[in-house]
C-alpha cells in the first residue's frame, strides 16, 4: 500500500489528523461493527474490498451475492473487468477463511492496477473488478480518489445497514485531487446565439463547440466537461468541430451531451470509433406517447398505481420477459420489429422509430454473458434516470408542427426512457477492455502502437472503425441497440395494457416518436461544403433531422424530426422539431435532456427523498419509486432549467421548441 492515499472503510473523521504512517497501521485494523464488507482505498486510485475477520461465512456470502449483483445491474457507467472469466470466483474466495481481499475495484483513469495476490492467499481465483465507481462518485486522478464508494449497495444488502453509510473516506497529507487543466478558457469566445467556441489548441485537430452564453457558462463553471470536449477533438480521423450540446455535462470519456464525427476513409483503416463516445447503456433513449385522454379522463394517482404494478422497475430484472436463444437473436438482428412478432408491441408503431426500430448488424456477435442478462430483462424500466412518467401538454409554442405530431393541449402523453438494460452495459464492458488492452501509459498521453493513435484520456480509447476491433464493436453495439428499441417496445405495451386494465381501453395510445440519445451510426453529411460519410457519436445527443431527410416518416415532412428532451420529475419536458428541411451544422443532432447540475452523491447530501415526494404531491405529481435513493438523486433541483436548454438550443439553430409537456405521475427505479 503506498502513503500518500485516501483509506474508505469503517473509520471516522478523527483519523484526518494522523500521519500517513499512523494512518497505515490503522488500516491493518479497522473496527467491523456489522457483519459485512469493508471498504479500503489502496492507492493508486483503487479499492479493495476486504472481508471481515468473522467466522459467519455464510452470511456474509449472501452479502456478497448481493454485492455482486448491485454492481452488475445498479450502476449505468461502470465497468467490471475480469470478472466474467471468474464469476464463480467470489464465491469460493468467501468459503476460503484465508482470504482477506476479496476484488480490487479501481477508479477510471487508475494506473498500476495489479492482482494483490500477496495480500489475499488465492491469486488463481482472484475476480480484479477494475474502473467500478461510477461517473461523479470519484475524482478520477491516478492517486485519489473520493468516497462514497459503493454507497448505493445497501438497497440489496451488499454492505449491511450502516456499513455501507458510514463508510468514509479520510485524506492524507499529500494526497492530492486531480487538478484539471482549463487552458481551453484562454480560448474561449462567443461564436454566435447560443454559442461557446473553444480555438484549436495544443494536440486538438478541430475547434469545438458547446452550446451556451457567457451566463450558462458562468453558472455551470465545471472545468471537467470543456476539458473532456477538448480531449475529443483529437481523435483521429474527426471532421468538423467538436459538439457538446446545451446539457453537457461531465461523462466517462465524452461529455454527456457530446456529439463528435469521424471519416470512415480516413487513412488506411477509416477514423476513429470510441465506446466512450456512446456509452455504456447504449441506445438509452426516449419514447413518446400520445393519447386520445385529456386530465379529466384520468386518475393519474390510481393510474401509476396500476403502472407501477405492471411495469418492472429498478436495478434488477425481476419481471422481465424470459427469451428463449432464437427469441433474443431475433431481437438482436431485428429490434422493435422482432418485439411486434412477439407480440410486445404493433406494427404501426414502427414509422414512429428512428431507424424504424432496427439497426444493421450482421454479425450480432455479443458475449455469452450479455446473453444471460438479456434473456430475462427486455420490457423492464431499469433503475438510475430512468423513468415511465405521465404528463400533459401544457404549452404549444408551434402548432403547425404539433399537429403533425399528433400533439395538442391538455392531452395525456406518456414518456419512457430506458435503454438496452445490462445486455447493453455488459457489450460495452467487453469491448472497452478490449480496446482499451491495446493502450498504455505514455508520458502524460495515452498511445496505441498498433494504431498509432494517441489519447489524452484512457476513457476515449479508441479503434480504427475498419479494425477488426472497431468493426466488432460497432457491429455489437447495433445488435444491443436493436435490443434497446425492442425493449421500449416491450414496455410501451405493458402501458397499453395497463391502460385497458385501469379504464377499459388504451386510450389510443399511439408513438409520437422514438430517439436514441446514446449510439453511433454511419451517416452522410456535408462537412465544410464536402460530402463526408461519418460515424456519427451522439452520447446523449439526439438526431434532429430535417424534414426532407429519407428515412423519416411521411407525417414529418416538411416539419422535421420529433426531438424528445425528458426534463425534470418536478418540472417539465419538451418536444423539438428538427429543421424544415436540410440539416443543422451540428450534425444534424440537438439536446437530449435537461443534463445534471449535481452529482448523483451531491444530490443525495442534499435532498430529503421524502421531503420531496411531499413537495411533488402537493404540486400533483404522483411518484412511484423502487430504490429509495434514486428520489434524491434525481431531484428537479439536480438538473439544469429546460427551459433554458431549450432556449439555448433554438437560440444556436439546432432545433425549434413545439410543446411543453408537464409530469402528473412518474415512475422511477
Given at each position: 500500500?503506498?502513503?500518500?492515499?485516501?483509506?474508505?472503510?469503517?473509520?471516522?473523521?478523527?483519523?484526518?489528523?494522523?500521519?500517513?504512517?499512523?494512518?497505515?497501521?490503522?488500516?491493518?485494523?479497522?473496527?467491523?461493527?456489522?457483519?459485512?464488507?469493508?471498504?479500503?482505498?489502496?492507492?493508486?486510485?483503487?479499492?479493495?474490498?476486504?472481508?471481515?475477520?468473522?467466522?459467519?461465512?455464510?452470511?456474509?456470502?449472501?452479502?456478497?451475492?448481493?454485492?455482486?449483483?448491485?454492481?452488475?445491474?445498479?450502476?449505468?457507467?461502470?465497468?467490471?473487468?475480469?470478472?466474467?472469466?471468474?464469476?464463480?470466483?467470489?464465491?469460493?474466495?468467501?468459503?476460503?477463511?484465508?482470504?482477506?481481499?476479496?476484488?480490487?475495484?479501481?477508479?477510471?483513469?487508475?494506473?498500476?492496477?495489479?492482482?494483490?495476490?500477496?495480500?489475499?492467499?488465492?491469486?488463481?481465483?482472484?475476480?480484479?473488478?477494475?474502473?467500478?465507481?461510477?461517473?461523479?462518485?470519484?475524482?478520477?486522478?491516478?492517486?485519489?480518489?473520493?468516497?462514497?464508494?459503493?454507497?448505493?449497495?445497501?438497497?440489496?444488502?451488499?454492505?449491511?445497514?450502516?456499513?455501507?453509510?458510514t463508510a468514509r473516506c479520510v485524506e492524507s497529507k499529500g494526497a492530492a485531487g486531480l487538478v484539471m487543466a482549463a487552458e481551453w478558457r484562454d480560448f474561449l469566445e462567443p461564436s454566435g446565439p447560443?454559442?461557446?467556441?473553444?480555438?484549436?489548441?495544443?494536440?486538438?485537430?478541430?475547434?469545438?463547440?458547446?452550446?451556451?452564453?457567457?451566463?450558462?457558462?458562468?453558472?455551470?463553471?465545471?472545468?471537467?466537461?470543456?476539458?473532456?470536449?477538448?480531449?475529443?477533438?483529437?481523435?483521429?480521423?474527426?471532421?468538423?468541430?467538436?459538439?457538446?450540446?446545451?446539457?453537457?455535462?461531465?461523462?466517462?470519456?465524452?461529455?454527456?451531451?457530446?456529439?463528435?464525427?469521424?471519416?470512415?476513409?480516413?487513412?488506411?483503416?477509416?477514423?476513429?470509433?470510441?465506446?466512450?463516445?456512446?456509452?455504456?447503456?447504449?441506445?438509452?433513449?426516449?419514447?413518446?406517447?400520445?393519447?386520445?385522454?385529456?386530465?379529466?379522463?384520468?386518475?393519474?394517482?390510481?393510474?401509476?398505481?396500476?403502472?407501477?404494478?405492471?411495469?418492472?422497475?429498478?436495478?434488477?430484472?425481476?419481471?422481465?420477459?424470459?427469451?428463449?436463444?432464437?427469441?433474443?437473436?431475433?431481437?438482436?438482428?431485428?429490434?422493435?420489429?422482432?418485439?411486434?412478432?412477439?407480440?410486445?408491441?404493433?406494427?404501426?408503431?414502427?414509422?414512429?422509430?428512428?431507424?424504424?426500430?432496427?439497426?444493421?448488424?450482421?454479425?450480432?456477435?455479443?458475449?455469452?454473458?450479455?446473453?444471460?442478462?438479456?434473456?430475462?430483462?427486455?420490457?423492464?424500466?431499469?433503475?438510475?434516470?430512468?423513468?415511465?412518467?405521465?404528463?400533459?401538454?401544457?404549452?404549444?409554442?408551434?402548432?403547425?408542427?404539433?399537429?403533425?405530431?399528433?400533439?395538442?393541449?391538455?392531452q395525456v402523453t406518456a414518456m419512457i426512457h430506458t435503454g438496452s438494460r445490462g445486455l447493453g452495459h455488459q457489450v460495452c464492458t467487453e469491448h472497452v477492455a478490449a480496446i482499451e488492452s491495446k493502450?498504455?501509459?505514455?508520458?502524460?498521453?495515452?498511445?496505441?502502437?498498433?494504431?498509432?493513435?494517441?489519447?489524452?484520456?484512457?476513457?476515449?480509447?479508441?479503434?480504427?472503425?475498419?479494425?477488426?476491433?472497431?468493426?466488432?464493436?460497432?457491429?455489437?453495439?447495433?445488435?444491443?441497440?436493436?435490443?434497446?428499441?425492442?425493449?421500449?417496445?416491450?414496455?410501451?405495451?405493458?402501458?397499453?395494457?395497463?391502460?385497458?386494465?385501469?379504464?377499459?381501453?388504451?386510450?389510443?395510445?399511439?408513438?409520437?416518436?422514438?430517439?436514441?440519445?446514446?449510439?453511433?451510426?454511419?451517416?452522410?453529411?456535408?462537412?465544410?461544403?464536402?460530402?463526408?460519410?461519418?460515424?456519427?457519436?451522439?452520447?446523449?445527443?439526439?438526431?434532429?433531422?430535417?424534414?426532407?431527410?429519407?428515412?423519416?416518416?411521411?407525417?414529418?415532412?416538411?416539419?422535421?424530426?420529433?426531438?424528445?428532451?425528458?426534463?425534470?420529475?418536478?418540472?417539465?419536458?419538451?418536444?423539438?422539431?428538427?429543421?424544415?428541411?436540410?440539416?443543422?451544422?451540428?450534425?444534424?443532432?440537438?439536446?437530449?435532456?435537461?443534463?445534471?447540475?449535481?452529482?448523483?452523491?451531491?444530490?443525495?447530501?442534499?435532498?430529503?427523498?421524502?421531503?420531496?415526494?411531499?413537495?411533488?404531491?402537493?404540486?400533483?405529481?404522483?411518484?412511484?419509486?423502487?430504490?429509495?435513493?434514486?428520489?434524491?438523486?434525481?431531484?428537479?433541483?439536480?438538473?439544469?432549467?429546460?427551459?433554458?436548454?431549450?432556449?439555448?438550443?433554438?437560440?444556436?439553430?439546432?432545433?425549434?421548441?413545439?410543446?411543453?409537456?408537464?409530469?402528473?405521475?412518474?415512475?422511477?427505479?
Amino acid at each position: 500500500m503506498s502513503s500518500g492515499t485516501t483509506y474508505c472503510g469503517h473509520i471516522s473523521q478523527p483519523n484526518a489528523g494522523l500521519t500517513d504512517t499512523e494512518r497505515v497501521g490503522r488500516r491493518r485494523n479497522l473496527p467491523t461493527r456489522h457483519m459485512g464488507l469493508e471498504v479500503s482505498y489502496a492507492g493508486y486510485g483503487q479499492v479493495d474490498i476486504i472481508t471481515p475477520p468473522s467466522n459467519n461465512r455464510v452470511r456474509l456470502h449472501t452479502s456478497v451475492a448481493a454485492l455482486f449483483e448491485e454492481v452488475e445491474e445498479g450502476f449505468p457507467h461502470c465497468i467490471l473487468e475480469g470478472l466474467s472469466s471468474h464469476w464463480e470466483a467470489p464465491y469460493r474466495r468467501v468459503a476460503n477463511e484465508g482470504v482477506r481481499v476479496l476484488c480490487r475495484i479501481a477508479t477510471s483513469g487508475a494506473t498500476g492496477i495489479s492482482r494483490p495476490e500477496a495480500r489475499t492467499g488465492d491469486p488463481a481465483d482472484l475476480a480484479d473488478m477494475s474502473r467500478l465507481l461510477p461517473e461523479g462518485y470519484v475524482n478520477l486522478s491516478e492517486r485519489h480518489a473520493i468516497a462514497p464508494c459503493l454507497r448505493s449497495v445497501h438497497r440489496t444488502g451488499g454492505l449491511e445497514g450502516d456499513c455501507a453509510r458510514t463508510a468514509r473516506c479520510v485524506e492524507s497529507k499529500g494526497a492530492a485531487g486531480l487538478v484539471m487543466a482549463a487552458e481551453w478558457r484562454d480560448f474561449l469566445e462567443p461564436s454566435g446565439p447560443g454559442r461557446m467556441r473553444i480555438s484549436k489548441h495544443g494536440s486538438m485537430l478541430t475547434d469545438a463547440i458547446l452550446i451556451a452564453d457567457e451566463q450558462h457558462m458562468a453558472e455551470h463553471s465545471d472545468d471537467r466537461s470543456p476539458t473532456q470536449l477538448v480531449n475529443t477533438a483529437c481523435l483521429p480521423g474527426i471532421v468538423g468541430e467538436a459538439w457538446a450540446m446545451a446539457d453537457w455535462h461531465f461523462g466517462y470519456g465524452f461529455p454527456i451531451g457530446g456529439v463528435v464525427a469521424t471519416d470512415v476513409n480516413a487513412g488506411e483503416q477509416g477514423g476513429a470509433i470510441s465506446p466512450g463516445g456512446v456509452g455504456f447503456d447504449i441506445n438509452c433513449g426516449v419514447r413518446l406517447c400520445s393519447t386520445e385522454m385529456t386530465l379529466d379522463d384520468v386518475d393519474p394517482k390510481a393510474l401509476v398505481a396500476s403502472l407501477a404494478r405492471s411495469v418492472p422497475a429498478g436495478a434488477s430484472r425481476k419481471g422481465g420477459v424470459n427469451l428463449n436463444a432464437s427469441e433474443i437473436e431475433s431481437v438482436l438482428s431485428d429490434g422493435a420489429g422482432a418485439a411486434i412478432d412477439l407480440g410486445w408491441g404493433e406494427s404501426r408503431d414502427l414509422a414512429a422509430i428512428e431507424s424504424n426500430g432496427r439497426l444493421e448488424s450482421s454479425e450480432r456477435n455479443v458475449g455469452e454473458r450479455a446473453l444471460k442478462r438479456g434473456s430475462t430483462a427486455l420490457g423492464t424500466l431499469g433503475s438510475g434516470n430512468h423513468f415511465l412518467e405521465l404528463q400533459v401538454v401544457d404549452r404549444i409554442v408551434d402548432q403547425y408542427a404539433a399537429s403533425a405530431f399528433g400533439l395538442r393541449q391538455g392531452q395525456v402523453t406518456a414518456m419512457i426512457h430506458t435503454g438496452s438494460r445490462g445486455l447493453g452495459h455488459q457489450v460495452c464492458t467487453e469491448h472497452v477492455a478490449a480496446i482499451e488492452s491495446k493502450y498504455s501509459r505514455d508520458g502524460d498521453a495515452w498511445h496505441s502502437p498498433e494504431w498509432g493513435i494517441r489519447l489524452a484520456d484512457r476513457q476515449l480509447a479508441a479503434a480504427p472503425i475498419h479494425s477488426r476491433e472497431g468493426a466488432a464493436y460497432l457491429d455489437a453495439m447495433s445488435a444491443a441497440g436493436n435490443y434497446a428499441f425492442a425493449n421500449r417496445s416491450a414496455l410501451t405495451q405493458r402501458l397499453r395494457e395497463a391502460l385497458r386494465a385501469q379504464h377499459g381501453r388504451d386510450g389510443e395510445l399511439d408513438v409520437v416518436y422514438d430517439v436514441s440519445h446514446n449510439i453511433a451510426k454511419i451517416e452522410e453529411h456535408r462537412v465544410h461544403g464536402s460530402s463526408c460519410t461519418c460515424c456519427v457519436h451522439r452520447k446523449g445527443a439526439t438526431r434532429a433531422l430535417g424534414g426532407d431527410h429519407p428515412e423519416l416518416a411521411a407525417a414529418f415532412s416538411g416539419v422535421g424530426q420529433p426531438v424528445l428532451v425528458p426534463g425534470d420529475m418536478g418540472t417539465a419536458s419538451w418536444v423539438l422539431a428538427g429543421p424544415t428541411s436540410g440539416g443543422n451544422d451540428a450534425f444534424s443532432s440537438s439536446c437530449h435532456g435537461a443534463g445534471r447540475r449535481l452529482s448523483r452523491t451531491a444530490a443525495r447530501k442534499s435532498v430529503d427523498s421524502d421531503a420531496l415526494i411531499e413537495m411533488l404531491e402537493a404540486r400533483g405529481i404522483h411518484v412511484r419509486v423502487k430504490t429509495p435513493n434514486v428520489i434524491s438523486e434525481e431531484a428537479p433541483e439536480a438538473y439544469k432549467d429546460v427551459d433554458e436548454v431549450i432556449r439555448l438550443t433554438g437560440e444556436a439553430g439546432l432545433a425549434r421548441p413545439v410543446a411543453r409537456l408537464r409530469p402528473i405521475a412518474v415512475i422511477k427505479g
